[in-house]
């Protein structure tokens, strides 16, 4: 475990090991800055085969009392047609500094408007899968 | 005795089939090939299914196929019609 994580709020705590018994492939946080953890997901789906799984889900530390915002990535999304995902794309934003150094570059400010209320920190799963469905719809 | 049936398919005393399909770990039975997404998600728990999406899987805990939301029908006798999960709906962009 790292410093970071040992000092999570317990519901935060929570999901974080909730997540890692849910999903494959690597689980961790990279960074917190101005509240929200960096989480790495490395299984995050993309559309293309030649693109390379995961990301950082930007997590706030008062999940699920407070909602995700945006996604960073190494590499710029395709969609299903190979094209760049434009939608929110951000490349080089602030919003990566925080994980610039092990590769974060591309930032997609997506948010959680419209969406479900969050109730439990075992809603992270469904968290991860609608990034995943964000990607899918380009 | 190999009914030809597609996997997800049972037959029970001759003409009634049996559709079981799995949401996440929970298993759902249908006598009806053609059932609401709402339905399905309703069956899984979910109270406000217009909030999220119904996703198949190609297999289980495998990527999404399709997906369909809370109005839609999901013909259960199709290929990939075996596994699904849900997922958050809605969102935007600052």
């Known amino acids: 475990m790292s410093d970071a994580e040992a000092e999570l709020p317990a519901p935060f705590a929570e999901a974080l090991a909730y997540v890692h018994s849910h999903r494959d492939g690597e689980v961790r946080i990279d960074a917190v800055k101005d509240n929200f953890a960096y989480l790495w997901i ?35 999304l395709r969609s299903s047609g ?31 408007e419209n969406a479900p209320q969050l109730r439990s920190p075992q809603d992270i799963v469904g968290v991860v899968q609608w990034y995943e469905r964000r990607i899918r719809l380009g | 005795m190999n009914t030809g049936l597609g996997r997800n398919e049972a037959e029970r005393e001759g003409s009634h089939k049996e559709y079981v399909i799995f949401v996440g770990d929970i298993e759902e039975k249908w006598r009806e ?11 899984a728990g979910v109270t406000e299914p217009d909030k999220f999406i119904l996703e198949a899987l190609d297999h289980k805990g495998g990527n999404p196929v399709a997906e369909f939301t809370s109005k839609d029908s999901v013909d259960l006798a199709a290929k990939d019609r075996e596994f699904f999960r849900i997922t958050p709906g809605g969102g935007g962009r600052s």
């Not at chain 1, 789906?45 to 995700?68: M, V």
């Not at chain 1, 760049?84 to 959680?112: F, I």
């Open chain 1, 42 to 76: 490395g299984s995050i789906a993309k559309n293309q085969s030649s693109e390379t799984p995961g990301g950082w889900i930007r997590l706030p530390l008062a999940f699920p009392y407070a909602n995700p915002h945006g996604l960073v990535t190494r590499e710029a």
């Open chain 1, 82 to 112: 190979e094209r760049l995902v434009s939608d929110g794309h951000n490349p080089n934003h602030d919003m990566c500094a925080p994980v610039r150094g092990v590769g974060g570059a591309h930032y997609y400010s997506w948010t959680w």
């Open chain 2, 33 to 43: 090939a053609h059932v609401s997404a709402e339905k399905i998600m309703r069956e």
